[in-house]
């Protein structure tokens, strides 16, 4: 079932990423697709924010892949930004398992490392812009049967 949820301000985006942090567990993907701007860093930080990291979220435009561990985070995080990778291949060579080993995964560009949609633990959150505003169509795959946001 899809569910589309108004972001009509960043206050609301942050309230979204809130919800996402408190449900999420080990070894889920947060599958965040949407142009640039559409506001998939912004979602990402608010989840990252939330689930207790105080300092500055970077965004992994350049280093691809940027790690959050406890006891800043209630749990291992992984926040990744694809953009740059040519083939799912190079997602493997990133060392990409290793990485998500533990770890919830928040994926911008997550098609260009093979899309994780497939994955029942994969929530789909395709951001669109609306004038000034934004807007979630979220997809749940099985494993968030209950606690999608
Ligand atoms: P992306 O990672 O998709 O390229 P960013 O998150 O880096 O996008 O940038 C999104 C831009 O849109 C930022 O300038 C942010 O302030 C703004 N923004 C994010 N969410 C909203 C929202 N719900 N309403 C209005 N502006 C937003
Ligand atoms: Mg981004």
């Known amino acids: 079932m899809t569910r589309t949820i108004d972001l009509p301000d960043e206050a609301a985006t942050r309230a979204l990423g809130q919800r996402i942090a408190a449900v999420l567990r080990a070894d889920d993907v947060v599958a965040l697709t949407g142009g640039l701007g559409a506001g998939k860093t912004t979602l990402a930080r608010a989840i990252i924010a939330a689930a207790g990291h105080l300092g500055e979220v970077p965004s992994p435009t350049f280093t691809i892949v940027e790690t959050y561990d406890p006891p800043n985070v209630r749990l291992p995080l992984v926040h990744a930004d694809f953009y740059r990778l040519r083939s799912p291949d190079e997602a493997a060579e990133i060392g990409l ?24 633990a994969c929530l789909s ?14 997809e749940p795959g099985a494993d968030w049967h209950g606690r999608a946001p």
């Not at 398992?97 to 029942?120: K, N, V």
């Not at 959150?125 to 979220?138: K, M």
């Open 125 to 138: 959150i395709r951001l669109e812009t609306v004038g000034e505003a934004r807007r979630a169509i979220v």
């Open 97 to 120: 398992d290793d990485y998500r080993t533990g770890a919830a995964l928040i994926a911008e560009w997550p098609d260009h490392a093979g899309g994780f949609t497939h994955e029942p």
